[in-house]
């Protein structure tokens, strides 16, 4: 599997050391990067063995790569996802944040149709997703909700001496607040009732020191109740370490023969 990382940060940076250095994903190598710090790029491409791209396009055309895995931020997302499926290339999607458009998410589906080409989303921080596929599936799933607890130096705006509620409502209005803090909210949503429908509320504590998610659904099926706590990752109290290893995740399982869940 040869493939196209957009995103030099510390997703980015944690795929290079565990693909291209640790061997992680044996048929696998990170041949192409595209970073918009260039500078950084160029010290990643060497240091991990790949080649810097000086654009997004180029590495979207470039006949070496056949998947491209986005961890960079919703904005690319938007802007680069149809392109790279229409060139009949597969998307790991990380900001999967960019999916709370409902007719943006319908668009993709219609041109992974056309062209054959597949997106992934990895799970992210949190778990519990197989449960409400199976409720939805029937249309069992009465209601889902998400409660985030971060600490404030994780929230732009958050009080450093109190915990304080920094959003209550839908998935939809909670990423469009904080496009970089709750993508968990929309995979969530979208295994469940969707961004519409999936209750979120985001505190802000600074007694805490990692990032917690509790989950909760109701359905015929019964109830779910999953308390997630994650270790964020180095140098960026905004990104849990457990999203960096579901996108390894999903790259390790894209091609078993045998699928769990």
């Given at each position: 599997?040869?493939?196209?990382?957009?995103?030099?940060?510390?997703?980015?940076?944690?795929?290079?050391?565990?693909?291209?250095?640790?061997?992680?994903?044996?048929?696998?190598?990170?041949?192409?990067?595209?970073?918009?710090?260039?500078?950084?790029?160029?010290?990643?491409?060497?240091?991990?063995d790949t080649e810097n791209y000086v654009d997004i396009q180029s590495l979207i055309e470039s006949a070496a790569i056949d998947l491209v895995i986005e961890a960079a931020n919703?904005?690319?997302?938007?802007?680069?996802?149809?392109?790279?499926?229409?060139?009949?290339?597969?998307?790991?999607?990380?900001?999967?944040?960019?999916?709370?458009?409902?007719?943006?998410?319908?668009?993709?589906?219609?041109?992974?149709?056309?062209?054959?080409?597949?997106?992934?989303?990895?799970?992210?921080?949190?778990?519990?997703?197989?449960?409400?596929?199976?409720?939805?599936?029937?249309?069992?799933?009465?209601?889902?909700?998400?409660?985030?607890?971060?600490?404030?130096?994780?929230?732009?705006?958050?009080?450093?001496?109190?915990?304080?509620?920094?959003?209550?409502?839908?998935?939809?209005?909670?990423?469009?607040?904080?496009?970089?803090?709750?993508?968990?909210?929309?995979?969530?949503?979208?295994?469940?009732?969707?961004?519409?429908?999936?209750?979120?509320?985001?505190?802000?504590?600074?007694?805490?020191?990692?990032?917690?998610?509790?989950?909760?659904?109701?359905?015929?099926?019964?109830?779910?109740?999953?308390?997630?706590?994650?270790?964020?990752?180095?140098?960026?109290?905004?990104?849990?370490?457990?999203?960096?290893?579901?996108?390894?995740?999903?790259?390790?399982?894209?091609?078993?023969?045998?699928?769990?869940?």
């Amino acid at each position: 599997m040869r493939i196209g990382l957009i995103g030099g940060g510390n997703i980015g940076k944690f795929l290079l050391q565990s693909i291209n250095m640790d061997g992680l994903l044996p048929d696998g190598k990170i041949v192409g990067l595209y970073s918009r710090n260039q500078q950084n790029a160029e010290q990643l491409a060497r240091e991990f063995d790949t080649e810097n791209y000086v654009d997004i396009q180029s590495l979207i055309e470039s006949a070496a790569i056949d998947l491209v895995i986005e961890a960079a931020n919703i904005q690319v997302v938007k802007d680069y996802a149809a392109v790279i499926l229409k060139s009949g290339k597969d998307l790991v999607v990380s900001s999967v944040g960019a999916l709370a458009d409902g007719h943006f998410y319908q668009q993709l589906e219609r041109i992974c149709q056309e062209a054959r080409s597949k997106i992934y989303l990895p799970a992210g921080a949190i778990g519990g997703l197989d449960i409400l596929k199976a409720a939805k599936s029937c249309d069992e799933l009465e209601s889902v909700s998400i409660v985030t607890r971060k600490p404030p130096m994780a929230l732009p705006g958050a009080p450093a001496d109190r915990e304080q509620v920094m959003f209550e409502g839908t998935a939809k209005e909670a990423i469009e607040l904080f496009p970089k803090n709750i993508n968990v909210s929309i995979i969530l949503s979208l295994a469940g009732l969707g961004p519409n429908k999936t209750s979120v509320k985001i505190i802000s504590d600074p007694a805490v020191r990692k990032n917690s998610h509790l989950i909760e659904a109701v359905g015929t099926f019964g109830a779910l109740s999953l308390q997630v706590e994650n270790d964020p990752m180095p140098n960026n109290p905004k990104t849990s370490y457990l999203a960096a290893l579901s996108v390894l995740s999903v790259l390790k399982n894209k091609d078993a023969v045998v699928k769990v869940g």
